[in-house]
């Protein structure tokens, strides 16, 4: 069974904070890795991926990975109230494209 | 980013009817679609890998014959749920993974709230 383990939170941090959202995964075989962001009511969408070991940044987001302690992080710099929201951690693990999700992590930014 | 459009996005019906969903993708050709199901606070569920011109792939537990799946064409997957009941009300939720982006990253549709009454 494979399976992504996700902090439930919620995790609230204050306006300008790090945020770190942390992801685990069972399968050593796992190829990519993805973060969602996924407002209340909404589909999810699409924030970052990364297959390498090591750090990957875009903006205010740094996506981490470490494959030999299969774990993967999403740090957010600079936290706003916008970025109140439950994030997803996602894997794939062959190149079907099929994704595994995590139970996601709600995330409350206090102004 | 690439874009998955479903429809419609909100359905409400009586048990005992069955409801279409359909998914497309309008700016790329989807090989493979993936259905997912999301219940309040939970995260998503595979149900099932459409597959263009060939049968469904079920994830264990998902009845076949309950969640009819048709990929007739490059861009549009549909997702029947037969027969619905209340515990069949959820968030359907469509994706696709476009090739041509660099991670085959997968992108979703707006969702399709179903509520049976």
Redesign the interface.
Known sequence: QKEVEQNSGPLSVPEGAIASLNCTYSDRGSQ?F?W?RQYS??????IM?I?SNGDKEDGRFTAQLNKASQYVSLLIRDSQPSDSATY?C?V?YD??????????TELSVKP | GAVVSQHPSWVICKSGTSVKIECRSLDFQATTMFWYRQFPKQSLMLMATSNEGSKATYEQGVEKDKFLINHASLTLSTLTVTSAHPEDSSFYICSARDLGQSAGELFFGEGSRLTVL
């Open positions: 990519s993805f969602y009511g909404k589909s999810p969408e699409l991926f297959y997803l996602a794939q190149q079907g494209g099929k994704l595994i999700f995590g139970q996601g």
